[in-house]
């Protein structure tokens, strides 16, 4: 049962692009007992402080690449890029300003397809400090 | 010093270490050292879980893979399949794809020395378990040539709530014997075994708000009905339960455990039968008692059962305390295997 650890407390904070933030990332663990292709994520639904996070603006980093947040939910979206089992990954939302260092109440509801279950939901929701 | 009697060898699913992986306390490597540390000669690990390169594998991968298996001394023995039919959101797979990525681990096994591949097979736990077509007997016709090229067999996980005489099983023997190829065979998880719910669940149960004197009750009833070698009749204890004023969680446990454990544990006498045909087993369990035996699962009857049948082959730990009992703090999956593969050698060895 890992759902409590979905949310990490590594690696939060704003991205920065010439001395000015544009953007700010937060980390995911995957809460089941392998890594699961990105295919079969069905949402990730971020909460800020409150605000809903526009899915538009989210990018996911793993294993050396990136994708479009919206691209993983695509039909024929490749088979073979894994979330990989214990291993982070980076959400970074796109937004000039970035984020107020210091803490902020994040959730999330991830959504992910599994082999022989229907799609699984859990909720995370954590205090953490940006850098 | 006693001579062997038997042909069984003990091998741990690493799937076991999850926690000391999912938390890095131990990588890959480290967790074969924890198995080959626990006494056991064998090794079973799924790809999704500590093989990142999945699902394509450089010989690198595999060279290090071979060398952790001489430096530890131990041996692959079983290589665990997924049927993901639900890989996109609007759409599944085909027949054909799923044959396609059922292949990905067949070779994959090969490649690092896996003699058996454990396939997660449509009725691995029963039928309408799954929203999803697994890997049915259609699938796996188109998997045995591959198989029998590579010489790898297809272990069926014969799961609680099904037994092994199950038809559900049989229906895949019977199709690889009419096509001449005999590479699937049946492998019992001890989940078959349970006499009573265990521990573990009874505590997750109980953190999750239900009421720990009913399912303490339950369980008990279980317990003693198996050690007065009769079958367990949920009704007449039913009854009783009321009086005690179930919530839902603890109406709902009762009923998802009736499921599974039913009656009492299947029958040895079956599992005997059986043995000397067996490719594999899961040596399932989720909680020692003090004295080191398995809390729900007779351990020496299942292992003095398979001896006497005649099965030649591993038995691998599978520890599944973990995700019961993690919620409420640290569990020590190296001690509870360790323990584990002690009493195994125990029961083996009487």
Redesign the interface.
């Known amino acids: 049962m890992y759902d409590k650890h979905i949310l990490s407390d590594e690696g939060a904070r704003s991205v920065w692009e010439d001395g000015r933030k544009v953007g700010y990332c937060v980390n995911l663990k995957i809460n089941y007992y392998r890594g699961l292709p990105l295919c079969c994520v069905d949402e990730i639904a971020l909460t800020v402080d409150g605000e809903e996070v526009d899915p538009e603006t989210m990018y996911l980093q793993h294993n050396g690449r990136e994708y479009p947040y919206l691209d993983i939910l695509k039909d024929d979206f490749p088979t073979d890029f894994y979330w990989l089992f214990g291993e982070k990954l980076r959400v970074v939302v796109k937004k000039e300003g970035g984020i107020e260092q210091g803490r902020h109440t994040v959730s999330v509801v991830l959504k992910t397809r599994r082999s022989y279950t229907p799609t699984m939901v859990a909720e995370c929701e954590k205090v953490l400090t940006f850098a | 010093m006693t001579t062997k009697n038997h042909d069984i060898k003990l091998g741990v699913s690493l799937?076991s270490y999850?926690d000391n992986?999912?938390?890095?306390k131990h990588d890959l490597e480290g967790c074969i050292a924890a198995a080959a540390g626990s006494g056991a000669t064998g090794i079973e690990a799924?790809a999704?879980?500590?093989m990142?390169e999945?699902?394509?594998i450089s010989d690198r991968f595999v060279d290090l893979w071979n060398g952790w298996m001489r430096r530890y001394g131990v041996e692959p023995v079983a290589f665990d399949h997924?049927?993901?039919?639900?890989?996109?959101?609007?759409?599944e797979l085909s027949d054909e794809e799923l044959v396609e990525?059922g292949k990905l681990y067949i070779r994959m096994a090969k490649k690092l020395g896996f003699p058996v591949v454990r396939v997660?097979h449509h009725e691995h736990?029963g039928r309408g378990?799954?929203?999803?077509r697994?890997t049915d007997v259609k699938i796996v016709e188109q998997l045995l040539p591959l198989c029998a090229e590579l010489d790898i067999m297809l272990a069926l996980e014969c799961h609680a709530p099904t037994t092994l005489h199950d038809p559900v099983h049989q229906q895949y023997l019977d199709m690889a014997e009419r096509m001449g190829m005999p590479y699937v065979g049946l492998m019992p998880d001890f989940s078959m075994y349970e006499y009573c719910v265990s521990t573990a669940d009874v505590g997750l149960a109980v953190r999750q708000g239900a009421t720990r004197e009913i399912l303490e009750f339950y369980r008990n009833s279980q317990r003693e009905a198996y050690f007065r070698g009769e079958p367990f009749i949920y009704e007449e204890i039913a009854d009783q339960v009321e009086k005690m004023n179930p919530s839902d969680l603890d109406r709902n446990f009762i009923g998802r455990q009736n499921h599974m454990v039913g009656t009492g544990p299947e029958s040895l006498e079956i599992l005997e039968q059986y043995a000397s045909k067996l490719v594999y087993c899961h040596g399932k369990f989720y909680d020692l008692d003090q004295d080191g035996q398995v809390d729900n699962i007779d351990y020496p009857k299942v292992i003095q059962a398979l001896k006497k049948g005649g099965y030649k082959g591993y038995i691998s730990s599978e520890f599944e305390g973990n995700?019961?009992m993690?919620?409420a703090g640290w569990v020590d999956e190296i001690e509870y295997v360790r323990r584990h593969q002690e009493l195994m050698r125990k029961c083996l060895a009487d």
């Not at chain 2, 997924?82 to 759409?91: E, P, V």
């Not at chain 2, 378990?129 to 999803?132: A, Q």
Request: a positive charge; hydrophobic letters at 35%; zero cysteines.
């Open positions: 799937y999850q992986y999912y938390f890095h799924f999704e879980m500590m990142p999945w699902p394509y997924f049927s993901d039919r639900g890989m996109w959101k609007n759409k990525r997660l736990i378990i799954s929203p999803y697994l995700r019961r993690n919620d």
